[in-house]
């Protein structure tokens, strides 16, 4: 089977940085997926990890250590329009099935 | 960049009656379409992998003649929900991959459905 975990919830300031973190167990991992979905809306693409480290992309970075089997997502310079779920979800085998974690539900305030 | 639509965005019907969703990629071809269905607070849920012209994939738990699911073409699938109850009421999602980058997934909007 396959295990995702992160964190529920989590607040921030205006301004900060937030790392959220999510660790996996699966057989036949592929790569790593961050999403972002907005209250009522579909996910959004965030960043994609295959191979061990650090993927920047703006305010968004991504890190994924494949023998830990974790990830975090860093957010910088945060806005209160990054309030928002960020879900962590693995790919394995031949399908590129998506398995999705739980979900982080981050609340930026001012 | 690659669009997904999907159609109803909201559908409110009453119980027992059927529904159905579809799903197009506007501005390329879908090798793969997916099904999700989330409920309030929680993550996405895959119901089901289609690929066109053969028989969807399901899930463990999710029943294939309640959810039947056709993807006749590369552009459209759809989701039809038969006999549904209160419990079906949820948000469902698709997503689809195109054939140069098969491993990211292109969500779709979502479509609310809510059993009265």
């Known amino acids: 089977g396959q295990n995702i975990d992160q964190p529920t919830e989590m607040t921030a300031t205006e301004g900060a940085i937030v790392q959220i973190n999510c660790t996996y167990q699966t057989s036949g991992f592929n790569g790593l997926f961050w999403y972002q979905q907005h209250a009522g809306e579909a996910p959004t693409f965030l960043s994609y990890?295959?191979?061990?480290g650090l993927e920047e992309k703006g305010r968004f970075s991504s890190f994924l250590s494949r023998s830990k089997g974790y990830s975090y997502l860093l957010l910088k310079e945060l806005q209160m329009k990054d309030s928002a779920s960020y879900l962590c979800?693995?790919?394995?085998?031949?399908?590129?099935?998506?398995?999705f974690g739980t979900g982080t539900l981050l609340a930026v305030q001012p | 960049g690659a669009v997904v639509s999907q159609h109803p965005s909201w559908v409110i019907c009453k119980s027992g009656t059927s529904v159905k969703i579809e799903c197009r990629s506007l501005d390329f071809q879908a090798t793969t379409m997916f099904w999700y269905r989330q409920f309030p607070k929680q993550s996405l849920m895959l119901m089901a992998t289609?690929?066109?012209?053969?028989?969807?994939?399901?899930e463990q738990g999710v029943e294939k003649d309640k959810f039947l699911i056709n993807h006749a073409s590369l552009t459209l699938s759809t989701l039809t929900v038969t006999s549904a109850h209160p419990e079906d009421s949820s948000f469902y999602i698709c997503s689809a991959t195109d054939r140069v980058a098969q491993e990211t997934q292109y969500f779709g909007p979502g479509t609310r459905l809510l059993v009265l």
């Open positions: 990890n295959v191979l061990d």
């Open positions: 979800a693995v790919t394995r085998g031949a399908t590129n099935k998506l398995i």
């Open positions: 289609s690929n066109e012209g053969s028989k969807a994939t399901y």
